[in-house]
């Protein structure tokens, strides 16, 4: 008994000592970076360990290539090719903790994370595929064979709590399913890699289920319907590695089924599809998609998901129709996570009014929090934009130097010079100052008045657009953070951010796969080095190529680099694993 006593007694005491240094700061200041995704990995890649004791907390303790899970669901590539474990990403120097961060104390700097232990649920022995692969399943006998019981028994983790002196929130996004019904229950999401797994059993489940002796034609041929919802880069991307995967490897084992039943359909409900890139490329790729046998529903809403059909409704009509299906993927967008709302809360929304995600200033500094602590980036962080007119009154006065009331050219060259970096919009002005000026100046006076600046100002607030929720914006929000914070910790430097750059994105272009080895590739909005060139839309085979070469070297690793060559030679020689 007291041998027991003792041992209870020292790991207490081992218990409390971790807690104490997890609430407790040593002599660097701590950064808790919240999240393992685009945002996060090249923040703590960059950040520089020697002036601070880093700490990552994330559920997920791998990173994931997102851009490839469409080739994951289908088997092209394998699942093991797309993530890469956090630990060997960023080293020992980083400490890692996997768990979720589920609430953040803004006044006292700390951050509370999950407990995750024992829970036990009850679920349709149908829903088996959806449940996480570290799950232990057990035949629920009360149940019998239609549910499972769940136990998650080996894992106990406490609940903790842990100081921080800045916090980096980049815990990215969720799937919104807007409160369609039936949807978290019947479709499938295609962000994560276990959702890319399900698709990929239940694709090989849908043809083995319509192979089984006397099956009706129509349930075959319902069973072989694959409905995609949402004419995105996810949706798109995905219709279209399905589409190969049957014309290129179904098509051999099941030829019946594919002349006969097989149809994939995609439904979105604006007027076209990839709606963010140029018309140009809309056009191309619904009339590319028509060749590769995916048919395009577009102004049609999806208004409810059953276990057997989609129920869409047409623009203009009030009539539901029915669609029967058997697997259908949601890729409708996404929507804030639990825990960013929760924040938002927190902070106040009358400071934080965006539901899309965490309002930050310029230098990604979270709006609200006065000491300027905590950080939010990637799919959870919009940029506040500051409109020009908003300010209009101001910017006038200070730049009309000799008090005129009218603005000269180099006047108004200086208020483009000097305000270019708060105001990122003013960009459009630079190549053609002097064009935009005599523009204004109806009167050919020389000069402009406050109306006549007005108008050219407005242009510029026109251009105005919230940064994409893509991992390229991630990625350089996040290495800015880390240059950002290494700043702030050089011994020479006396304030706080202010005079570090703010925030300023470079876009070098989207690109999608469209399938049929095409891809598209829009330009539009690219600077600086690729507007001079005022490069168009690209599609077809060879930006299909650039397509491939891209994202084999943004892989981040020599190992990851290997296998993606290797899973793209295996496809091709010996075609895809059509197994589960
Ligand atoms: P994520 O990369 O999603 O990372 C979020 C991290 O936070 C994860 O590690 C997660 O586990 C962790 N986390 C979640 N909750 C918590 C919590 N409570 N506490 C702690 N950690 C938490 N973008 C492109 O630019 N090009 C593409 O080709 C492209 N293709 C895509 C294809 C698909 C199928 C999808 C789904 C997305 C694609 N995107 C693409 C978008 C891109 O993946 C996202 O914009 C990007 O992942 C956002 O990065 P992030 O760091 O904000 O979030
Ligand atoms: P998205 O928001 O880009 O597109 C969703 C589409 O679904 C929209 O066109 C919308 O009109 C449609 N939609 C919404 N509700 C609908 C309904 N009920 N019925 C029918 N259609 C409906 O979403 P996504 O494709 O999931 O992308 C999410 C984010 O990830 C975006 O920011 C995107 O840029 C990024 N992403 C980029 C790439 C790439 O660059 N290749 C690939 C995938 C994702």
């Not at 979720?100 to 088996?128: L, W």
């Not at 290129?248 to 604006?270: G, H, M, Q, S, W």
């Not at 029967?324 to 996570?337: E, F, N, Q, S, Y």
């Not at 084999?552 to 030679?569: G, I, M, N, S």
Request: charged share 30%; net charge positive.
């Amino acid at each position: 008994g007291s041998v027991y006593g003792y041992k209870l007694y020292r790991s207490r005491q081992w218990y409390n000592e971790m807690r104490d240094s997890e609430l407790t700061i040593g002599q660097k200041p701590r950064v808790v970076v919240l999240g393992t995704g685009w945002g996060a990995v090249p923040l703590l890649k960059h950040i520089d360990t020697s002036k601070y004791e880093v700490v990552c907390v994330s559920p997920r303790n791998y990173f994931l290539m997102t851009p490839l899970l469409p080739s994951v669901s289908v088997g092209t590539v394998e699942t093991r090719t797309v993530i890469e474990p956090i630990r060997t990403l960023v080293g020992p120097r980083i400490k890692y903790i996997e768990t979720e961060c589920i609430n953040v104390n803004p006044k006292e700097k700390i951050i509370t994370c999950s407990a995750d232990g024992t829970k036990e649920i009850t679920v349709a022995a149908s829903d088996r595929d959806k449940l996480p692969l570290e799950q232990n399943i057990e035949d629920n006998k009360e149940g019998g064979s239609s549910s499972r019981k769940i136990r998650d028994s080996a894992r106990t983790r406490p609940k903790f709590d842990m100081k921080y002196d800045y916090l980096v929130v980049a815990i990215g996004s969720e799937n919104n399913t807007f409160g369609i019904p039936g949807v978290e229950k019947h479709a499938h999401f295609l962000k994560e890699v276990l959702d890319a797994r399900r698709i990929r059993s239940a694709i090989s489940d849908a043809f083995e289920s319509a192979m089984v002796p006397s099956q009706t034609d129509e349930e075959k041929k319902r069973l072989l319907h694959f409905v995609v919802v949402g004419g995105g880069p996810t949706g798109v991307e995905f219709a279209a590695e399905l589409a190969d995967y049957v014309r290129e490897d179904l098509k051999r084992y099941f030829p019946r089924l594919v002349e006969n039943d097989v149809k994939i359909t995609l439904i979105e409900a604006l007027d076209h599809v990839l709606s963010m890139m140029d018309k140009k490329i809309s056009d191309y790729t619904e009339k590319h998609f028509h060749r590769e046998n995916i048919e395009v529903l577009i102004n049609t809403f999806v208004k409810g998901i059953k276990q057997r059909e989609v129920i869409v409704q047409e623009k203009g009509s009030t009539e539901l129709k029915s669609i029967p299906c058997a697997v259908v993927v949601w890729a409708t967008g996404i929507k804030a996570r639990p825990l960013t709302n929760k924040l938002r809360e927190t902070i106040g929304t009358d400071k934080q009014n965006n539901r899309m995600g965490l309002l930050t200033d310029k230098y990604l500094r979270v709006k609200g929090v006065d000491d300027g602590t905590i950080y939010a980036l990637g799919d959870c962080a919009t940029i506040e934009q500051q409109k020009l007119l908003d300010r209009i009154q101001l910017l006038f006065e200070e730049s009309d130097i000799h008090k005129r009331g009218a603005l000269t050219l180099d006047e108004f060259r200086s208020l483009i010079e000097n305000k270019i970096n708060e105001y990122p919009q003013l960009e459009i002005f630079q190549k053609g100052i002097e064009k935009s000026f005599y523009e204004a100046d109806k009167t050919k006076s020389g000069q402009i008045t406050l109306e006549a600046l007005r108008s050219v100002l407005e242009k510029a607030d026109k251009k105005l657009r919230s940064l994409p929720a893509t991992a390229q914006v991630a990625t350089q929000e996040g290495r800015y953070v880390a240059d950002l914070l290494n700043y702030m910790a050089h011994p020479t430097t006396t304030t706080t951010s202010e005079r570090f750059k703010p925030f300023n994105y470079t876009h070098l272009g989207s690109l999608a796969y469209v399938g049929g080895d095409a891809a598209v590739i829009d330009f539009s909005g690219s600077k600086p080095l690729l507007d001079i060139f005022s490069l168009k839309p690209l599609s077809g085979r060879g930006s299909y190529y650039l397509w491939k070469s891209f994202y084999f070297t943004e892989q981040f690793t020599t190992r990851t680099k290997v296998l993606l060559a290797f899973d793209w030679l295996r496809s091709n020689i010996f075609g895809r694993d059509l197994s589960r």
